[in-house]
């Protein structure tokens, strides 16, 4: 079947997930036209993903269209808010109506399972890359931030640490992969629930993309502050424990998931925020007046790591 560009839009991601009274215009015109409701502001993020870069040639299309999604809600998730609208900018180096099926339904029903609409993006020829760019909202002046964290705050993580980094390695070593840890690495769950929860409670929020060694310094340094992580407490599933690799946790990336920072006052609310996250909440180490990363292994010992965590160009 041959499609045209505004073909495909349309047959594809015309009507791609909630409804919106917010939405004054959206897909098929030169721009959308959004509505945000008083006393919020909008919180925009955007992520691309490229073939060989952030995933693999022979990635499911549904995943990936759920992943593309998914890594902009979970920084949505680290603002504390509450996903609105989206935009897609897909480029493919052919027509295939197949594919394109599939990626839609995997990006269309976590939209319209966040309540997120798809109001417009754009469509061209190349090598196959997906950029998404999310907004949401939160309530003016509430926004969670990297710069906030204070000495004496206790430093958080959801869920588990390390899962798709070691499902990535077993795919590329040609090994089977866990579903458990497959879930990890394909269909992140951006901690959309938590995030909102952590909204006039936490002092800063980041998300865990690039591994937790690295995010977590990018909120020191905005932060002006330092810390120490204790390896013992990071929270593990059993494949990653049995590992017996630290950097698996640290500096793998792709655990989409929320490092925070809550006054020690309120530690007593780590029962409520599971709660309200549906997930387990961690604490693996303290912020303090002195500046850098500092790492302890389970004896006690300084833990020197060798890769910080990932980045591009290098």
């Known amino acids: 079947m041959s499609l045209s560009e505004f073909g495909l839009i349309e047959r594809f991601f015309a009507s791609c997930g909630a409804s919106d009274a917010s939405l004054i215009l959206g897909v098929g015109d030169d721009a959308a036209l959004l509505s945000p409701p008083p006393g919020r502001q909008l919180a925009l993020t955007q992520d691309t ?17 759920h992943k593309a999604l998914a890594v902009n809600l979970s920084d949505l998730a680290a603002m ?13 180096p052919r027509v295939d109506a197949g594919w394109l099926e599939a990626f839609s339904s995997g990006l269309c029903a976590l939209a319209r399972a966040v309540g997120l609409t798809v109001v417009g993006g754009d469509t061209t020829q190349g090598p196959l890359a997906v950029s998404i760019a999310a907004l949401g909202l ?26 798709a980094g070691l499902a990535l390695r077993l795919l590329k070593a040609g090994g089977s992969v866990p579903q458990s840890l497959a879930r990890h690495l394909h269909r992140p769950q ?37 810390a120490t992580l204790e390896l013992e407490r990071l929270p593990l599933s059993p494949e990653v424990a049995a590992s017996g690799d630290w950097s698996l946790p640290l500096s793998a990336g792709d655990d989409y998931e929320l490092c925070f920072c809550l006054p020690p ?50």
């Open 49 to 65: 993903l490229v073939e060989g870069v952030h995933f693999l040639a022979n990635a499911d299309p549904a995943d990936l269209g």
């Open 80 to 92: 504390g808010a509450e996903p609105a609208w989206a935009t897609l900018g897909l480029t493919l």
């Open 138 to 163: 939160v309530p003016s002046g509430a926004a969670l931030r990297r710069d906030g964290a204070r000495p004496g705050d206790l430093i958080l993580v959801s869920g588990t640490l390390g899962d």
């Open 190 to 226: 951006a901690r959309l629930a938590l995030g909102r929860a952590l909204v006039g409670r936490a002092h800063a929020a980041i998300d865990l993309s690039d591994g937790l060694a690295a995010d977590l310094r990018h909120m020191l340094v905005a932060s002006g502050v330092g």
């Open 265 to 314: 006052e309120k530690a007593s609310l780590l029962n409520e925020l599971e709660r309200a996250g549906g997930c387990r909440v961690t604490q693996v180490g303290r912020i303090e007046a002195l500046a850098g990363l500092r790492l302890r292994d389970p004896a006690g010992r300084p833990f020197h790591l060798q890769r910080q965590g990932y980045e591009h160009f290098t």
